[in-house]
């Protein structure tokens, strides 16, 4: 079983509407981050987390939000979708021995 | 500007031959990762590089790191179309470990 899991994997929806993507991991590690892939513009990161009651913004957060219901849980929100926020969405875990991310398999998210 | 820059941004080599991509920071490098990724999917861990002039291997995938040069190399010897993807470099350029700032990836093919 995959250590990182991403639900949905696809996820087409209209401008306006609320998204959540969701993400589990079973890796037992405390930080955990998403992540939006843009062609071109490679991985940039919206939020991470490094334990269950500490959040931080990272360099695209605007228009999104996240939730970290549980150590193994760590949700991201779409609050009122727009088109440019269409992408490959990545969550992430760390070790926190060696900072290596592992990553889940993504969520492709499209916006009408 | 991108604070890593990897180049070539895209290559084409004929199975059996030997590749390299080079991944460069504009900063100091306190670790740097190589992923590699299959189109539309996850991201998987190759390598991690923490010391100038570290190298190691996996296979037919080598990387080293020049500290000076605040750059990475990934070398692939004996190319083989399993080794088809993109690569990504992701750096610790803050010497916090807490988070990754990723290239823009290098594409991959390899022909017959």
């Known amino acids: 079983d995959a250590d990182v899991t991403q639900t949905p994997r696809n996820r087409i929806t209209k401008t306006g509407k609320r998204i959540m993507l969701e993400c589990s991991q079973t890796k037992g590690h405390d930080r955990m981050y998403w992540y939006r892939q843009d062609p071109g513009l490679g991985l940039r990161l919206i939020y991470y987390s490094f334990d269950v009651k500490d959040i931080n913004k990272g360099e695209i957060s605007d228009g999104y939000s996240v939730s970290r219901q549980a150590q193994a849980k760590f949700s991201l929100s779409l609050e009122s979708a727009i088109p440019n926020q269409t992408a490959l969405y990545f969550c992430?875990?760390?070790?926190?021995?060696?900072?290596?991310?592992?990553f889940g398999p993504g969520t492709r998210l499209t916006v009408l | 500007s991108q604070e890593l820059e990897q180049s070539p941004q895209s290559l084409i080599v004929q199975e059996g031959k030997n590749l390299t991509i080079n991944c460069t920071s504009s900063k100091t490098l306190y670790g740097l990762y190589w992923y590699k990724q299959k189109y539309g999917e996850g991201l998987i861990f190759l390598m991690m590089?923490?010391?100038?002039?570290e190298e190691k291997s996996h296979e037919k995938i080598t990387a080293k790191l020049d500290e000076k040069k605040q750059q990475s190399s990934l070398h692939i010897t004996a190319s083989q179309p399993s080794h088809a993807g993109i690569y990504l470099c992701g750096a610790d350029l803050a010497g916090t470990a807490s988070k990754l700032t990723f290239g823009t990836g290098t594409r991959l093919q390899v022909t017959l």
């Open positions: 992430a875990t760390s070790d926190p021995f060696t900072d290596t991310q592992y």
């Open positions: 590089l923490q010391k100038g002039g």
